[in-house]
């Protein structure tokens, strides 16, 4: 397996920086604002966007699951239009909107904030439900990694938690992220579901 630092076209980081300093404040902020909080064995996700009509708790806690799980409910990325009012005076909201008027299109879709439990990961696959993802690491470390499988290669990539956001075309290469470490691991994505 080849460790590379990008994919040309596939998995790269975009002409953004982020205060990282901020960037981590205004996350605990968030969470205290929500109420949140995880510990090292966690794996759960919670939605910065939401469906339109939802109030309280249910802003981010209702439709968490994967697309599947979704789509049996009758509801699309797409749907996700209303963003956490918690957001608005945040510098992480500031990020949110910088990249969506930055991504090449309409950015339509789920943003999450998505911890991954220790040992954990998800099966080799493609998503062919949306066009585009973005992906700002929070809490990683060495052992938290992406594999990529093009063709007959496979590759290993680590996004650090530093001040690069993440391009992903989640379509057109298989991937999975494994957390091989003893700690949860968390990162920021945006789910464009059409362009």
Do not use: C
């Given at each position: 397996m080849l460790k590379i630092t990008h994919i040309e076209k596939l998995c790269y980081p975009i002409d953004y920086t982020?205060?990282?300093?901020?960037?981590?404040d205004s996350f605990i902020t968030l969470l205290g604002q929500l109420?949140?909080?995880?510990?090292?064995?966690?794996?759960?996700?919670?939605?910065?966007?939401?469906?339109?009509?939802?109030?309280g708790t249910d802003r981010w806690k209702q439709y968490t699951g994967d697309h599947p799980a979704l789509l049996a409910e009758g509801?699309?990325?797409?749907?996700?239009?209303?963003?956490?009012s918690e957001l608005e005076d945040l510098y992480i909201g500031q990020v949110i909107h910088d990249i969506q008027n930055?991504?090449?299109?309409?950015?339509?879709?789920?943003?999450?904030?998505?911890?991954?439990?220790?040992?954990g990961s998800y099966p080799l696959h493609k998503d062919l439900h949306t066009t585009s993802r973005y992906h700002i690491p929070v809490i990683t470390n060495e052992e938290c990694?992406?594999?990529?499988?093009?063709?007959?290669?496979?590759?290993?990539?680590?996004?650090?938690?530093?001040?690069?956001?993440?391009y992903v075309d989640p379509t057109r290469i298989l991937h999975t992220f494994v957390n091989n470490s003893k700690t949860t691991r968390c990162h920021l994505v945006m789910t464009s579901g059409k362009d």
């Open positions: 982020i205060d990282r300093k901020k960037f981590d109420g949140i909080t995880y510990d090292n064995n966690s794996a759960f996700s919670i939605n910065l966007t939401h469906l339109p009509g939802l109030t509801i699309d990325e797409t749907d996700f239009t209303e963003h956490l930055l991504h090449n299109g309409v950015f339509q879709g789920r943003i999450q904030l998505i911890w991954i439990g220790p040992k990694f992406w594999i990529f499988k093009k063709d007959s290669d496979s590759y290993k990539l680590h996004m650090p938690a530093d001040n690069k956001v993440w």
